[in-house]
């Protein structure tokens, strides 16, 4: 089971957008509207910001939009703020041997 | 408020068991809407699907893993357990415990991690 590739790094300025992509395959993303994200800022746990392709937990900034077309996944954060930087990993549904796969995660810097 | 918290030695002998436990307070542990899964972030790497448990037993693992991994789940203490046999360096990590939810496969609360060091 491969994890999901996401880049290693994306960069942007304040009050801008960014996306943030997750390809996997026809086997996980692509099969599934089942693609969560999560942001981890340093030295603390994962917390989820997107679940089933575009849906926000409660508590979650509308500023955090998810989309997928075909096996791949997309993050957008927009209006960036300093709190924002932060890793982001996607993760999705894989089947019912595994469950679930992760992305290799991305790192978001807000220059 | 639902809080997961590991537990578990912090340092294990390279080719020994590693065996870490997750309690679960504050919500529903016995309910068919969750699974309780493990996962693990090596030093500055990424994230790590290890495997989950539902609360019936079933088991699911990560391939890469599956010959390493039991995960084992006890209702009535509200605890769901992760033991990794056959060690090695490559195995040092913050481990995670963490619910899943059924409807989406979203892990929506998170333990706040134990690093396990593998070093004789």
């Known amino acids: 089971q491969s994890a999901l590739t996401q880049p290693a790094s994306v960069s942007e300025s304040p009050g801008q957008s960014i996306t943030i992509s997750c390809t996997g395959t026809?086997?996980?993303?692509?099969?599934?509207?089942?693609v969560s994200w999560y942001q981890q800022h340093p030295g603390k746990a994962p917390k989820l910001v997107i679940y089933?392709?575009?849906k926000r937990p409660s508590g979650i900034s509308n500023r955090f939009s998810g989309s997928k077309s075909g096996n791949a996944a997309s993050l957008t954060i927009s209006g960036l703020q300093a709190e924002d930087e932060a890793d982001y990993y996607c993760?999705?549904?894989?089947?019912?041997?595994?469950?679930?796969?992760f992305g290799g995660g991305t790192k978001l810097t807000v220059l | 408020q639902l809080q997961l918290q590991e537990s578990g030695p912090g340092l294990v002998t390279p080719s020994e068991t590693l065996s870490l436990t997750c309690t679960v307070s504050?919500?529903?542990?016995?309910?068919?809407?969750?699974?309780w899964g493990w996962i693990r972030q090596p030093p500055g790497k990424g994230l790590e699907w290890i495997g989950s448990?539902?609360?019936?037993?079933?088991?699911y693992y990560n391939p890469s893993l599956k010959s390493r991994v039991t995960i084992s789940i006890d209702t009535s203490k509200n605890q769901f357990s992760l033991n990794l046999s056959t060690v090695t360096a490559a195995d040092t990590a913050v481990y995670y415990c963490?619910?899943?939810?059924?409807?989406?496969?979203?892990?929506?609360?998170w333990g706040q991690g134990t690093l396990v060091t593998v070093s004789s």
């Open positions: 504050g919500g529903s542990f016995s309910s068919s809407a969750y699974y």
């Open positions: 963490a619910r899943v939810r059924v409807r989406y496969y979203g892990l929506d609360y």
């Open positions: 026809s086997s996980d993303v692509g099969s599934y509207d089942l």
């Open positions: 448990i539902y609360y019936s037993g079933t088991t």
């Open positions: 089933e392709v575009t």
């Open positions: 993760c999705s549904y894989a089947g019912t041997s595994t469950l679930v796969v």
